[in-house]
């Protein structure tokens, strides 16, 4: 079993900045890509930030400049740094993770509970 567990959401006033953690556990034997997505009331999940386990990061373009994603091999944590938050960056963000859980296993994606960022004055 593999789970992903986020911490960190909360209300933030507009320009104000939250960190977010997201920790993997269980079985695993590697992981390759790691990343976070969030997902608006009405609207589809989208893709914030990702990065590879070589160090390899993208961006949606909306947070470009402001969000910054970073990663602890060693602890299997990926983080997400948000600074000058908009209103419009409300919304609950999960954590992904495409890993094997054994050296035999295929690569398979799997997704935290979600947490929720609210930037409101």
């Known amino acids: 079993q593999v789970q992903l567990v986020e911490s960190g959401g909360g209300l933030v006033q507009p320009g104000g900045s939250l960190r977010l953690s997201c920790a993997a556990s269980?079985?695993?034997?590697?992981?390759?890509?790691m990343g976070w997505y969030r997902q608006a009331p009405g609207k589809q999940r989208e893709l914030v930030a990702a990065i590879t386990n070589g160090g390899s990061t993208n961006y949606a373009d909306s947070v470009k400049g402001r969000f910054t994603i970073s990663r602890d091999n060693a602890k299997n944590t990926v983080y997400l740094q948000m600074n000058s938050l908009k209103p419009e960056d409300t919304a609950v963000y999960y954590c992904n993770a495409e890993l094997r859980s054994t050296v035999l296993a295929a690569r398979k994606n799997y997704w935290g509970q979600g947490t929720q960022v609210t930037v409101s004055s």
């Open positions: 269980g079985s695993i034997f590697i992981i390759y890509a």
